[in-house]
T-cell receptor, first 116, second 116 residues
Framework: DAGVIQSPRHEVTEMGQEVTLRCKPISGHDYLFWYRQTMMRGLELLIYFNNNVPIDDSGMPEDRFSAKMPNASFSTLKIQPSEPRDSAVYFC??????????????FGQGTRLTVV | GESVGLHLPTLSVQEGDNSIINCAYS??????FIWYKQESGKGPQFIIDIRSNMDKRQGQRVTVLLNKTVKHLSLQIAATQPGDSAVYFCAEAPWLSGGSNYKLTFGKGTLLTVNP
């Protein structure tokens, strides 16, 4: 399995522009998570989905952030309009709820977003 | 004003020594804990997990200890190698208590540096 795949790996954009981050979870996993990592705040959970349905979006910082999961193999995190303080590494992760042995969550390589 | 970065606790050890990384958690409802390793430029990688009905769990060269009384978790790495150099995160979740809550909360992380 290729693991969780995120694109792009790096994104540099100007303030005010729309940014879309993409994620392909591990096939068969039914949970998908979006995290943001910064030096200031560490790793923060933004939102997670179960079977393509958003379960908890309490971590989404503002209405400028939105996430969708149109099918089991694809999710997007969109920021519109982007601001310099959105600069961070965004991780997508997935896990399989049926794995009652544990909650092993697999992370992608992340998208490093820089808003200038 | 200028942002203050997250100052990670750091641990520096000699190759071959044992390492102990500590973590304090705050949520009394958490009953499942995971240690993750994050190398530079990569996403967090699962190392080992432990449920709250256990005090100790061993893996390959790693041992996790859980003290629920003081809400403390530790990760012991035996015979530390240069490849162990990374940031280590503990994560907690109120998973086993029901409600299928898969929301992991991550600690701030500890930077482990292994000197050859």
């Amino acid at each position: 399995d290729a693991g969780v795949i995120q694109s792009p790996r790096h994104e540099v954009t100007e303030m005010g522009q729309e940014v879309t981050l993409r994620c392909k979870p591990i096939s068969g996993h039914d949970y998908l998570f979006w995290y943001r990592q910064t030096m200031m705040r560490g790793l923060e959970l933004l939102i997670y989905f179960n079977n393509n349905v958003p379960i908890d979006d309490s971590g989404m910082p503002e209405d400028r952030f939105s996430a969708k999961m149109p099918n089991a193999s694809f999710s997007t995190l969109k920021i519109q309009p982007s601001e310099p303080r959105d600069s961070a590494v965004y991780f997508c992760a997935s896990s399989l709820s049926l794995n009652r042995r544990g909650l092993e969550t697999f992370f992608g390589q992340g998208t490093r977003l820089t808003v200038v | 004003g200028e942002s203050v970065g997250l100052h990670l606790p750091t641990l520096s050890v000699q190759e071959g020594d044992n390492s102990i990384i500590n973590c304090a958690y705050s949520n009394s409802a958490s009953d499942y804990f995971i240690w993750y390793k994050q190398e530079s430029g990569k996403g967090p990688q699962f190392i080992i997990d432990i449920r709250s009905n256990m005090d100790k769990r061993q893996g390959q060269r790693v041992t996790v200890l859980l003290n629920k009384t003081v809400k403390h978790l530790s990760l012991q790495i035996a015979a530390t190698q240069p490849g162990d150099s990374a940031v280590y995160f503990c994560a907690e979740a109120p998973w086993l208590s029901g409600g299928s809550n898969y929301k992991l909360t991550f600690g701030k992380g500890t930077l482990l540096t292994v000197n050859p």
